[in-house]
C-alpha cells in the first residue's frame, strides 16, 4: 500500500503471497504463548492476520517485546508470510490459510485497559460503547458496518453521475421554514436578534436550483430535525436528495429505479425492475401501514359486512354507520398462546391507538376462546372463518374504528405479531407507495395539513376539490420502501405561483406568513419555474438494513443516545456568558 507505514492490510494477505516479506501495522487482538511461541492475532480496519513469534526466527530482543506487548497496544511488525501447518487452518478468517513469522517489532503506543473487549459478540452496554466511541469502531462488525456505508454511497455517486446529475452543495446556514419538525436555531453574531436555521432538508433550494436550470441536482445533505428520537431516528442524519425539472412522476420514478438498481447491484442486492407501486390506500387497507413489508402475509380483511345484524352492538353499530369499521387479522399460531399472554395484547393494542382488543383464539383441538363469540350466530362464525382463513391454532384481532384508524391499529399488531411469531422474512422487499392523500387533518390544531408537505403537486384533475373537499385529493408522490421501512420519499412539485398561495392558504397561512416564510420560493416560482419532481433517500436507515442492524445508531460513526446527547464529548454542553452575549443572549 503506497504512502503507509505497512505493505498490506491485515485482511490482505492469502496463499499467494506466502514467501513474500511484509510489513504490517494494526493493534494487537489476542496474544496466545504457548511456551516457546507466541501467537498474535493482530487487527485493522481490514481484517485480522495472525503473527508467530518464534525465537528461532526472530532474535531475542523481538521475542521478548513479543513477550511484553498487550491487547490494543498498536505496533509494527515486519516478517515473511508462511502457510500455515497442516490441520490448522481458520476458515472464519479470510487469512486464515497463512501467517506472518516475525522478524521485527516495533511498538508505536500501549494502551489503558479497554473498558469493555473490542470483540463483536460481547454484550457491551450501549451507553459505554457511545462514550468510548472510539474504541467501539474498532470492533470489526462496526467497521465492516462504516465500510458498507462508504461503499454505498460511492455506488450511489457513480450512478447519480454516469446518469448526468450534477452534484450541488447547498448552504446549511439558512432560513427558518415549517417543514414538519422543530428547527435548531442558530442566532447570528453580525444582525443581534436575527436566527439561521439548520436544514432539515434542501427542499427549497433544490427547487430554486430547478429554477436556474441545474435540471438534474443530487446531493448527499446532511439535515437536522429538532425531534423526539427512536430506534431510526438522529436529531442529524443523512439524504440523498434528488431533483429533476422538465420531467414527468414516471420519468423521476425510472431515472431513481434505474440509479438505485445499480447502487444497490454494487453491494451485492438485486433489484427487480420495474419495482411494484402499490397504490396508498391499497397499502393501508391490505397491510395497515404506508411502508408494507409484504415478505409475508397476515394482512387485514374488511369483515364489516359480516356483522351487520349482529347481536354485539359494538360490531353491528360500527357496520351500520358511515365511516366506521370492523376490520381484522389472523395471527396464524397465536391462537395457540395461553389466556393470559392474549389477553395482555391489548395492551400492545393501546399503544397503536386502540381503546381495547376484541379477539377470537381458534384453539387446535376445535375450542373457541373469546369474550365475545356467544354474541355471533354460526352463519356469522362460517362466514368469518372463510374470509380469515382460520385454521386450528389462530388468533383473529379485530379493530372497530375509522378506516385509517382500523388500518393503523391492526398494522401495529401485525407488525408485532410477526416478531412475537418470529416470522421469517427473507431477502430484501423494495416497492414504491404512491399517490398519497395530499392532506389530513390534524386533530391537535383542528385544521388542514400536508401528508408530505405543502409544495406537492395535487393530482390535476382533482384540483377543483381544493374548496369543497380537500381531504378527497390525491398528489404525485412517491415513497420507496423497503423492508417495512420507509427508505426514502418524493413527489412532484407546484411549479406554479398561484396554486401555491392557494395550498398555503389552505394550510391556514395568512398571506403576510406565506411572504415572510416562502416569499423568495413564490417570487422564484413567477420566473418561468419548469416542471419538477424529486426523492430524498435516507442513507443512515438504508445502510441500518443493509448492514443487518436493528437501529441506525449501528451505521453512524458517532451517533446521539435518545435524549440528543453525545456521551463522548458530553454534548450539548453550557457556554460562556460571554459566548451568549456575543449573540445578543442571555439565559433568564
Given at each position: 500500500?503506497?504512502?503507509?507505514?505497512?505493505?498490506?492490510?491485515?485482511?490482505?494477505?492469502?496463499?499467494?503471497?506466502?514467501?513474500?516479506?511484509?510489513?504490517?501495522?494494526?493493534?494487537?487482538?489476542?496474544?496466545?504463548?504457548?511456551?516457546?511461541?507466541?501467537?498474535?492475532?493482530?487487527?485493522?480496519?481490514?481484517?485480522?492476520?495472525?503473527?508467530?513469534?518464534?525465537?528461532?526466527?526472530?532474535?531475542?530482543?523481538?521475542?521478548?517485546?513479543?513477550?511484553?506487548?498487550?491487547?490494543?497496544?498498536?505496533?509494527?511488525?515486519?516478517?515473511?508470510?508462511?502457510?500455515?501447518?497442516?490441520?490448522?487452518?481458520?476458515?472464519?478468517?479470510?487469512?486464515?490459510?497463512?501467517?506472518?513469522?516475525?522478524?521485527?517489532?516495533?511498538?508505536?503506543?500501549?494502551?489503558?485497559?479497554?473498558?469493555?473487549?473490542?470483540?463483536?459478540?460481547?454484550?457491551?452496554?450501549?451507553?459505554?460503547?457511545?462514550?468510548?466511541?472510539?474504541?467501539?469502531?474498532?470492533?470489526?462488525?462496526?467497521?465492516?458496518?462504516?465500510?458498507?456505508?462508504?461503499?454505498?454511497?460511492?455506488?450511489?455517486?457513480?450512478?447519480?453521475?454516469?446518469?448526468?446529475?450534477?452534484?450541488?452543495?447547498?448552504?446549511?446556514?439558512?432560513?427558518?421554514?415549517?417543514?414538519?419538525?422543530?428547527?435548531?436555531?442558530?442566532?447570528?453574531?453580525?444582525?443581534?436578534?436575527?436566527?439561521?436555521?439548520?436544514?432539515?432538508?434542501?427542499?427549497?433550494?433544490?427547487?430554486?436550483?430547478?429554477?436556474?436550470?441545474?435540471?438534474?441536482?443530487?446531493?448527499?445533505?446532511?439535515?437536522?430535525?429538532?425531534?423526539?428520537?427512536?430506534?431510526?431516528?438522529?436529531?442529524?442524519?443523512?439524504?440523498?436528495?434528488?431533483?429533476?425539472?422538465?420531467?414527468?412522476?414516471?420519468?423521476?420514478?425510472?431515472?431513481?429505479?434505474?440509479?438505485?438498481?445499480?447502487?444497490?447491484?454494487?453491494?451485492?442486492?438485486?433489484?427487480?425492475?420495474?419495482?411494484?407501486?402499490?397504490?396508498?390506500?391499497?397499502?393501508?387497507?391490505?397491510?395497515?401501514?404506508?411502508?408494507?413489508?409484504?415478505?409475508?402475509?397476515?394482512?387485514?380483511?374488511?369483515?364489516?359486512?359480516?356483522?351487520?345484524?349482529?347481536?354485539?352492538?359494538?360490531?353491528?353499530?360500527?357496520?351500520?354507520?358511515?365511516?366506521?369499521?370492523?376490520?381484522?387479522?389472523?395471527?396464524?399460531?397465536?391462537?395457540?398462546?395461553?389466556?393470559?399472554?392474549?389477553?395482555?395484547?391489548?395492551?400492545?393494542?393501546?399503544?397503536?391507538?386502540?381503546?381495547?382488543?376484541?379477539?377470537?383464539?381458534?384453539?387446535?383441538?376445535?375450542?373457541?376462546?373469546?369474550?365475545?363469540?356467544?354474541?355471533?350466530?354460526?352463519?356469522?362464525?362460517?362466514?368469518?372463518?372463510?374470509?380469515m382463513n382460520v385454521e386450528p391454532g389462530d388468533l383473529v384481532m379485530f379493530a372497530v374504528e375509522s378506516r385509517l384508524h382500523a388500518d393503523e391499529?391492526?398494522?401495529?399488531?401485525?407488525?408485532?405479531?410477526?416478531?412475537?411469531?418470529?416470522?421469517?422474512?427473507?431477502?430484501?422487499?423494495?416497492?414504491?407507495?404512491?399517490?398519497?392523500?395530499?392532506?389530513?387533518?390534524?386533530?391537535?390544531?383542528?385544521?388542514?395539513?400536508?401528508?408530505?408537505?405543502?409544495?406537492?403537486?395535487?393530482?390535476?384533475?382533482?384540483?377543483?376539490?381544493?374548496?369543497?373537499?380537500?381531504?378527497?385529493?390525491?398528489?404525485?408522490?412517491?415513497?420507496?420502501?423497503?423492508?417495512?421501512?420507509?427508505?426514502?420519499?418524493?413527489?412532484?412539485?407546484?411549479?406554479?405561483?398561484?396554486?401555491?398561495?392557494?395550498?398555503?392558504?389552505?394550510?391556514?397561512?395568512?398571506?403576510?406568513?406565506?411572504?415572510?416564510?416562502?416569499?423568495?420560493?413564490?417570487?422564484?416560482?413567477?420566473?418561468?419555474?419548469?416542471?419538477?419532481?424529486?426523492?430524498?433517500?435516507?442513507?443512515?436507515?438504508?445502510?441500518?438494513?443493509?448492514?443487518?442492524?436493528?437501529?441506525?445508531?449501528?451505521?453512524?460513526?458517532?451517533?446521539?443516545?435518545?435524549?440528543?446527547?453525545?456521551?463522548?464529548?458530553?454534548?450539548?454542553?453550557?457556554?460562556?456568558?460571554?459566548?451568549?452575549?456575543?449573540?445578543?443572549?442571555?439565559?433568564?
Amino acid at each position: 500500500m503506497s504512502y503507509s507505514m505497512h505493505t498490506h492490510t491485515c485482511g490482505e494477505l492469502r496463499e499467494s503471497n506466502i514467501g513474500e516479506e511484509v510489513t504490517l501495522t494494526g493493534w494487537v487482538w489476542h496474544r496466545r504463548d504457548h511456551g516457546g511461541l507466541i501467537f498474535v492475532d493482530l487487527r485493522d480496519r481490514a481484517g485480522v492476520t495472525q503473527l508467530e513469534f518464534d525465537p528461532e526466527v526472530c532474535d531475542e530482543a523481538t521475542f521478548h517485546e513479543a513477550e511484553t506487548i498487550r491487547s490494543e497496544w498498536p505496533i509494527m511488525v515486519s516478517g515473511t508470510v508462511r502457510e500455515r501447518p497442516e490441520g490448522q487452518n481458520n476458515d472464519k478468517l479470510a487469512t486464515g490459510a497463512i501467517e506472518v513469522y516475525v522478524t521485527k517489532i516495533v511498538v508505536l503506543n500501549r494502551s489503558k485497559t479497554p473498558p469493555f473487549q473490542i470483540e463483536d459478540h460481547v454484550d457491551t452496554a450501549e451507553d459505554v460503547r457511545l462514550r468510548y466511541r472510539y474504541l467501539d469502531l474498532r470492533r470489526p462488525k462496526m467497521m465492516s458496518n462504516l465500510k458498507l456505508r462508504s461503499d454505498f454511497t460511492f455506488a450511489l455517486r457513480e450512478a447519480f453521475h454516469g446518469s448526468d446529475f450534477m452534484e450541488v452543495e447547498t448552504p446549511s446556514l439558512f432560513k427558518s421554514t415549517p417543514e414538519g419538525a422543530r428547527d435548531f436555531l442558530v442566532p447570528s453574531r453580525m444582525q443581534p436578534g436575527h436566527f439561521y436555521a439548520l436544514p432539515q432538508s434542501p427542499q427549497l433550494l433544490k427547487e430554486l436550483l430547478m429554477v436556474g436550470g441545474v435540471e438534474r441536482y443530487y446531493q448527499v445533505a446532511k439535515c437536522f430535525r429538532d425531534e423526539d428520537l427512536r430506534k431510526d431516528r438522529q436529531p442529524e442524519f443523512t439524504q440523498v436528495d434528488v431533483e429533476m425539472s422538465f420531467v414527468t412522476q414516471d420519468d423521476v420514478m425510472g431515472a431513481l429505479e434505474h440509479v438505485l438498481a445499480e447502487a444497490f447491484g454494487k453491494m451485492g442486492v438485486k433489484l427487480e425492475l420495474p419495482l411494484r407501486r402499490i397504490q396508498y390506500w391499497d397499502a393501508m387497507d391490505t397491510y395497515g401501514t404506508d411502508k408494507p413489508d409484504t415478505r409475508y402475509g397476515m394482512e387485514l380483511h374488511d369483515v364489516t359486512p359480516i356483522f351487520s345484524a349482529s347481536k354485539f352492538k359494538l360490531f353491528a353499530t360500527a357496520a351500520n354507520t358511515e365511516g366506521r369499521y370492523v376490520k381484522a387479522i389472523n395471527a396464524k399460531g397465536a391462537g395457540k398462546w395461553p389466556r393470559a399472554r392474549i389477553d395482555r395484547l391489548a395492551d400492545v393494542a393501546t399503544e397503536f391507538g386502540a381503546k381495547g382488543l376484541a379477539y377470537i383464539a381458534f384453539r387446535e383441538d376445535g375450542s373457541v376462546t373469546s369474550p365475545i363469540v356467544k354474541f355471533f350466530s354460526d352463519e356469522e362464525m362460517a362466514a368469518l372463518r372463510a374470509e380469515m382463513n382460520v385454521e386450528p391454532g389462530d388468533l383473529v384481532m379485530f379493530a372497530v374504528e375509522s378506516r385509517l384508524h382500523a388500518d393503523e391499529i391492526l398494522g401495529g399488531m401485525r407488525s408485532h405479531m410477526a416478531n412475537e411469531l418470529e416470522v421469517p422474512r427473507e431477502g430484501h422487499d423494495f416497492l414504491w407507495v404512491v399517490n398519497f392523500p395530499l392532506f389530513h387533518w390534524d386533530e391537535d390544531r383542528k385544521c388542514l395539513d400536508s401528508e408530505h408537505q405543502p409544495f406537492t403537486q395535487p393530482n390535476e384533475d382533482q384540483i377543483d376539490l381544493l374548496d369543497t373537499d380537500p381531504l378527497a385529493m390525491g398528489s404525485h408522490t412517491y415513497d420507496f420502501v423497503m423492508d417495512g421501512y420507509e427508505a426514502g420519499g418524493g413527489g412532484m412539485r407546484i411549479h406554479n405561483a398561484k396554486l401555491q398561495e392557494k395550498i398555503l392558504e389552505k394550510l391556514g397561512f395568512t398571506p403576510e406568513r406565506a411572504q415572510a416564510q416562502f416569499g423568495f420560493l413564490m417570487n422564484a416560482l413567477e420566473f418561468g419555474a419548469p416542471p419538477m419532481g424529486g426523492f430524498a433517500l435516507g442513507l443512515d436507515r438504508v445502510c441500518m438494513l443493509l448492514a443487518g442492524a436493528d437501529n441506525i445508531r449501528e451505521v453512524m460513526a458517532f451517533p446521539k443516545t435518545a435524549s440528543g446527547s453525545d456521551l463522548m464529548s458530553a454534548a450539548p454542553s453550557e457556554v460562556t456568558g460571554a459566548q451568549l452575549k456575543e449573540v445578543s443572549l442571555r439565559l433568564l
